[in-house]
T-cell receptor, first 115, second 115 residues
Framework: SQKIEQNSEALNIQEGKTATLTCNYT??????LQWYRQDPGRGPVFLLL?????KEKRKERLKVTFDTTLKQSLFHITASQPADSATYLC??????????????FGQGTTLQVKP | GAGVSQTPSNKVTEKGKYVELRCDPI?????LYWYRQSLGQGPEFLIY????????DSGLPNDRFFAVRPEGSVSTLKIQRTERGDSAVYLC?????????????FGQGTRLTVV
C-alpha cells in the first residue's frame, strides 16, 4: 500500500543550527511533493513544493531536496530560530501530475528550537 | 474574509446525533477540500470539490459522511449517526483550482468531539 513516513520522534535543536527533517515514501511515483508547517490549533500552512524533475528548491532559510530514486525528501531549516518550532508535514499528490485535491500527508515531525 | 473560515471551531455532540460542519473558502477559489486529522497524525483526505461537483470522494470513510457545495462556494460536511471514532479535527482547504496546481489554504479546523 502507499505510505509516507516522517520521523515520529520530536526533533530538538539549538537556535542557530540547521534542522533536517526526513520524508520517505513507498509505492508512489509522485509528480511533486509539498511541505507544510502546522502550529497547535491551526491548519497547515504551505511552505514549498518540489517537482519530480527538480533536485533541490530553496526559499529564504528553507531548502528541500527530492530524490525519486531513494523515494525521499529532506527539508532543511538553516539558522533555526525558536519561532520555527512547529510540526512539519510532507505531502504527496496521490493522483499523479496535474491539479489533484487528494494529498496524502505524512504524520508530521515536531521541531523544537531551543534558545 | 481573507482566509478560509470554518464554523463552529468546536463541536461536542452525543453518539448517534447528526452534525454539520461549515466551510467558507477564499472568494474565487473553485477547488475545495475536506480533510480529517487525529491527534499526532497528518491530515487524512476525505473529499475534493471542483466547483459544485465532488471530483473525488474516495476518502469518505462510509455512507454516514456526506458533503455538499451547492453554489460552488460554501461547503457543508454532514455526519449522520456520529460515533466516538469520528472525533477529530476536520480541516477545510481551498485553492484556485484548474489544471495547474496552486497553493491550498487551510482553515483552522473544527474540533469534533463525540461523547
Amino acid at each position: 500500500s502507499q505510505k509516507i513516513e516522517q520521523n515520529s520522534e520530536a526533533l530538538n535543536i539549538q537556535e542557530g543550527k540547521t534542522a533536517t527533517l526526513t520524508c520517505n515514501y513507498t509505492n508512489y511515483s509522485p509528480a511533486y511533493l509539498q511541505w507544510y508547517r502546522q502550529d497547535p490549533g491551526r491548519g497547515p500552512v504551505f511552505l514549498l513544493l518540489i517537482r519530480e524533475n527538480e533536485k533541490e528548491k530553496r526559499k529564504e532559510r528553507l531548502k528541500v531536496t527530492f530524490d525519486t530514486t531513494l523515494k525521499q525528501s529532506l527539508f532543511h531549516i538553516t539558522a533555526s530560530q525558536p519561532a520555527d518550532s512547529a510540526t512539519y508535514l510532507c505531502a504527496l499528490a496521490a493522483g499523479g501530475s496535474g491539479n489533484t485535491g487528494k494529498l496524502i500527508f505524512g504524520q508530521g515531525t515536531t521541531l523544537q528550537v531551543k534558545p | 474574509g481573507a482566509g478560509v473560515s470554518q464554523t463552529p471551531s468546536n463541536k461536542v455532540t452525543e453518539k448517534g446525533k447528526y452534525v454539520e460542519l461549515r466551510c467558507d473558502p477564499i472568494s474565487g477559489h473553485t477547488a475545495l477540500y475536506w480533510y480529517r486529522q487525529s491527534l499526532g497524525q497528518g491530515p487524512e483526505f476525505l473529499i475534493y470539490f471542483q466547483g459544485t461537483g465532488a471530483a473525488d470522494d474516495s476518502g469518505l470513510p462510509n455512507d454516514r459522511f456526506f458533503a455538499v457545495r451547492p453554489e460552488g462556494s460554501v461547503s457543508t460536511l454532514k455526519i449522520q449517526r456520529t460515533e466516538r471514532g469520528d472525533s477529530a479535527v476536520y480541516l477545510c482547504a481551498s485553492s484556485l483550482g484548474g489544471r495547474i496546481w496552486t497553493e491550498a489554504f487551510f482553515g483552522q479546523g473544527t474540533r469534533l468531539t463525540v461523547v
